[in-house]
């Protein structure tokens, strides 16, 4: 049976033994439902670090109530948790496959165990609105937990839930005053479970405060946080195939690349290469599929352009069947690769630098003063791969291809210093933007010729007409030779003096 899975918006308190939930109805909640009593039992699954209590997530195999079977819970915002649900099955004692998957970037091939068993006495409370639709329902809960494993203790609690099931922020807002006025202090455990786990609970690592007097490794050490939170948020969309998954995940594992590489006179020498060259890796391997993505839509959407009379042969078929494939075998090489130690020691690289950044001692100033030097640098280096291409006779699309690059580092370096420099580093990043839209359109177009060249060639050993493929060969090339004219013409007010200002020489 497939997993079913919706988005939990629920708030939580604590509360004493002896407080009594309050009238609920006023405002958009008419009246209270008839209270249902429930008794629950869960056991909570994890490793023996908790990497999922780490990571705010859940999973637990659980009996009574209306929803008995496996539930993972993943973090999307304060208040909010996608929840996954499958049937218990006949997996009891381990975790079905298709929801372990799910937290692989978490597990990282370690093994999951029973670590809690909670037993919980459940007053369930249903608040409608004048028509009788459900609002939201607020659980009054005595809650035992068990802690399993070498660890064994008991410990007890009073809680209180809302979840919204068919109301809005002004239902759950509404509630949420009601019950702290009788007595509620929102909770600061992420979750039953975190709170069983108590001070066994790893420190969760929180970013440097962002400010625009923050130092220089401040600066660094928030965006590198927030970036391989961004890749790890990504692992499980790309397993399932979620669309912009593969492209999400791909901009992440680039940003901390060209971040590390920018930032890397601040660093003990040495620490990042290795790190940057297995990002390099994982970009790599989500690349095929990704340029297989961009290709198909790209030419589909070449062909959908063309006159019907100038389109001989199955063009459309044969290119959305060819790149189609092309896209479920890369695809399926990427999920394979997110089970491979490799990319769970690259996960544990990147979680050790964040909680104990290589800094060298001497480089802790205010990034206002150190940053600018570093962006300079990169901006540099895009000079001179400009300066390159724009002298090279032989191989110029690999030159233009250097400059993109350039660009791109320059682009991602300006936009990790947003918080300090404002204004500034957006206009920085806009510029090295705009070169590189003019030469991604360039090697997008290169790429896609040769493509459509390849695709010729097998449309004419399978006997079909050719011209179609050689008409849309010509109008890439003309695409591409106008990319490179717009890339050529912007350089001269890119390369000016009023963009350099700003980066000290």
Not at 18 to 29: E, I, K, N, Q, R
Not at 424 to 451: P, S, W, Y
């Amino acid at each position: 049976m497939p997993a079913v899975q919706h988005l939990e918006t629920e708030r939580t308190f604590d509360v004493e033994d002896g407080a009594a939930l309050p009238p609920l109805a006023g405002g958009s909640v008419a009246r209270s439902g008839a209270p249902v009593t429930h008794r629950l039992q869960a056991t909570y699954f994890d490793t023996s670090g908790f990497a999922l209590a780490a990571g705010r997530t859940t999973l637990r195999l659980r009996t009574g109530g209306s929803d008995d079977g496996w539930h993972l819970k993943l973090p999307v915002a304060v208040d909010q948790r996608l929840e996954v649900r499958l049937p218990v099955g006949r997996s009891r004692r381990t975790p079905p496959v298709g929801l372990r998957r799910k937290v692989q970037v978490l597990v990282r091939g370690r093994e999951l165990g029973p670590v809690v068993r909670l037993t919980t006495r459940r007053v369930e409370i249903p608040l409608l609105d004048a028509g009788g639709a459900v609002l939201a329902v607020v659980c009054d809960d005595h809650v035992e937990a068990e802690r399993l494993g070498d660890s064994l203790s008991t410990t007890s609690w009073r809680e209180w839930e809302v979840e919204l099931v068919d109301g809005g922020p002004e239902a759950l807002a509404q509630v949420t005053r009601r019950l702290v006025e009788a007595g509620g202090r929102p909770t600061r455990h992420a979750s039953k479970l975190a709170r069983a786990l108590g001070g066994d609970l790893p420190a969760r690592w929180l970013p440097p405060q962002r400010s625009r007097l923050m130092s220089s490794g401040d600066l660094l050490l928030s965006r590198v946080g927030e970036y391989v939170a961004d890749l790890v948020a990504a692992d499980p969309r790309v397993r399932a195939d979620a669309d912009d998954a593969v492209h999400a995940m791909r901009v992440s594992t680039r940003r901390l690349r060209s971040l590390l590489a920018t930032f890397r006179p601040l660093l003990v020498t040495g620490t990042s290469e290795h790190l940057r060259a297995e990002l390099k890796w994982l970009a790599g391997v989500l690349g095929q599929a990704r340029d297989a993505e961009v290709l198909r839509e790209r030419l589909a959407g070449l062909v959908a352009l063309e006159p019907p009379e100038l389109v001989l042969g199955p063009v459309a078929r044969r290119i959305d069947d060819e790149l189609r494939l092309r896209y479920r075998d890369a695809h399926a090489t990427a999920v394979a690769v997110l089970d491979d130690p490799r990319y769970f020691a690259l996960l544990d690289g990147l979680d050790a630098w964040v909680q104990d950044p290589p800094l060298r001692a001497d480089v802790s100033g205010p990034a206002r003063d150190v940053v600018p030097e570093l962006l300079h640098r990169d901006w540099r280096r895009l000079r001179r791969a400009a300066e390159a291409a724009e002298v090279a006779t032989e191989g110029r699309e690999e030159a233009l291809h250097e400059v993109r690059k350039a660009a791109k580092r320059l682009r991602y370096a300006a936009d990790a210093v947003v918080p300090v420099f404002g204004k500034q580093a957006k206009r920085l990043r806009k510029t090295a933007e705009h070169v590189q839209t003019d030469l991604g359109e360039h090697n997008d177009a290169v790429v896609a010729r040769d493509e459509l060249r390849r695709l010729g060639v097998k449309a004419h050993l399978a006997s079909e007409n050719g011209f179609s493929f050689g008409r849309l060969h010509a109008l890439e090339q003309q695409r591409a030779d106008a990319a490179g004219d717009r890339f050529r013409s912007r350089w001269a007010a890119v390369d000016s003096p009023r963009v350099r200002r700003w980066a000290r020489r």
